[in-house]
């Protein structure tokens, strides 16, 4: 492969932003309750997140020790360099990476299979503040935008519809059993589907997952993608967020609900080939001899 330096500069602008800001708010104790969570709950380091990687079978060609001396993740971990050429070293690609991949192949599948369910509205956030005292709200230090009565009849007005386990085990216990489905862990390939922002977020979960096999690029989509998702998550949640730039959509009128579905439409159209690009690179990864 040629061009690859433009690969890596490419990459660090897309991501190196969001990652240095991340390092920068950690090391004064300050927290962004939208921004944070691509770095809290997907675990990937920021330092990983910044570094450009080729996938698994592709060579980087003409890598000089000027190279390796800018970029040192090049000649280190998994990669591998026989003169000048480097790339990832399949021979440490082991059984339980092979497994995993085979997982997210059949996940994918299952969501890209299924029809997709709109007209959620975002109500998980809601339901992760519904019935609790203002001690108990997870984002300490931001206000909600209705009085904690208004935000519970407008929950108990909607229909909860929540599919993503991992969205609705963080339900109040009052909340729970609004919803129309109990998603668990094991029914996450029976439930998961392609319109939930959650589960198209979570691309980005599978895919560093997959890391560094996967390459980087991939990567890289699938963090923009988990970061439009998040925006348009707390921009409907019942947090007043106008201070960090997050213009509400007020899921709570019938105005605000059809603007969330259309971005929510938007967010899915856009999930469909970067989740077809995972399903790809996973069972490439699983049927590496």
Known sequence: MTGWRECIEQHRLKVAPYADAYVERRSRGARHPV????FTYY?????KLKQWLPPSGVWLDGVTDVDLAASPWLGAGKMTCSGARCGLDVSRLDLRMRGTARWIATLCRAILDRPPRFRCYGLHEWAMVYRQSDAEIRHQGWRLRLPPDELARFVESQSLCCTHYDAFRFFTPAARPLNAFAPTLDSRSDLEQPAC???????YKWATKLWPWCGSDLIAEAFL??????????RASPYDLRDLGCAPVRIETAEGREEYESLQREIAARS???RERLLEAAVRIAETP
């Open 225 to 234: 993608l988990a970061l439009a998702g998040r925006d348009l998550d707390m």
């Open 272 to 274: 469909r080939p970067v």
């Open 43 to 47: 675990g990937f380091a920021p330092a």
């Open 35 to 38: 921004h944070d969570f691509l």
């Open 197 to 203: 922002l959650h589960a198209n977020m979570d691309i």
